[in-house]
T-cell receptor, first 110, second 117 residues
Framework: RKEVEQDPGPFNVPEGATVAFNCTYSNSASQSFFWYRQDCRKEPKLLMS???SGNEDGRFTAQLNRASQYISLLIRDSKLSDSATYLC???????????FGQGTELSVKP | ETGVTQSPTHLIKTRGQQVTLRCSSQ?????VSWYQQALGQGPQFIFQ???????GRGNFPPRFSGLQFPNYSSELNVNALELDDSALYLC????????????????FGPGTRLTVL
């Protein structure tokens, strides 16, 4: 089993749609989780952090289910500018290593 | 505040050659991590440097090596290049090394795109 797994997509949705991405992780001891956004041919940038059951920031909601070792990212009222790859990230306990999922590609169409 | 910078932006090498990639960390950050991102994949951790010493390594062979300098800038060296080394190499800096469950946000540079022919 991969340490962090995501549905690669692509997800093609119309503007205004609600879309959800899922991510599973294998290390039950993980305490913190992150969603990064990566635009085409650019570097990843932190979108949201998840330390407890969830986090909300405007149109974005991240939820954590520790029992199922599952993290989700919900985007409401999708904008064209949300088109990007969304990376689920789990820090390794030691050495500052970030473990990335393969990313989920989102394309928002007019 | 200057962000993370990397050089060069693009590089083309042939199999068997050696390459050196450079990274300048964000002001005030003393920790640098390197990642390899193949096309269509998420970044994979190569290693991290904290105060000029290696502080964690991923599943990469010894021909991947690094350095960190007193000003916290860093180099990634890859010897005996292989075709599969073609990727985007990302450098990330953070305020201090993480461990024991703690985490410091890592800020990524724009990357160096390496093509091995």
């Amino acid at each position: 089993r991969k340490e962090v797994e995501q549905d690669p997509g692509p997800f093609n949705v119309p503007e205004g749609a609600t879309v959800a991405f899922n991510c599973t992780y294998s290390n039950s001891a993980s305490q913190s989780f992150f969603w990064y956004r990566q635009d085409c041919r650019k570097e990843p940038k932190l979108l949201m952090s998840v330390y407890s059951s969830g986090n909300e920031d405007g149109r974005f909601t991240a939820q954590l289910n520790r029992a199922s070792q599952y993290i989700s990212l919900l985007i409401r009222d999708s904008k064209l500018s949300d088109s990007a790859t969304y990376l689920c990230v789990v820090p390794f306990n030691q050495g500052g290593k970030l473990i990335f999922g393969q990313g989920t590609e989102l394309s928002v169409k007019p | 505040e200057t962000g993370v910078t990397q050089s060069p932006t693009h590089l083309i090498k042939t199999r068997g050659q050696q390459v050196t990639l450079r990274c300048s960390s964000q002001s005030g950050h003393n920790t640098v991590s390197w990642y390899q991102q193949a096309l269509g994949q998420g970044p994979q951790f190569i290693f991290q440097y904290y105060r000029e010493e290696e502080n964690g390594r991923g599943n990469f062979p010894p021909r991947f090596s690094g350095l960190q300098f007193p000003n916290y800038s860093s180099e990634l060296n890859v010897n005996a290049l292989e075709l599969d080394d073609s990727a985007l190499y990302l450098c990330a800096s953070s305020p201090r090394a993480s461990g024991g469950g703690s985490y410091n946000e890592q800020f990524f540079g724009p990357g160096t795109r390496l093509t091995v022919l």
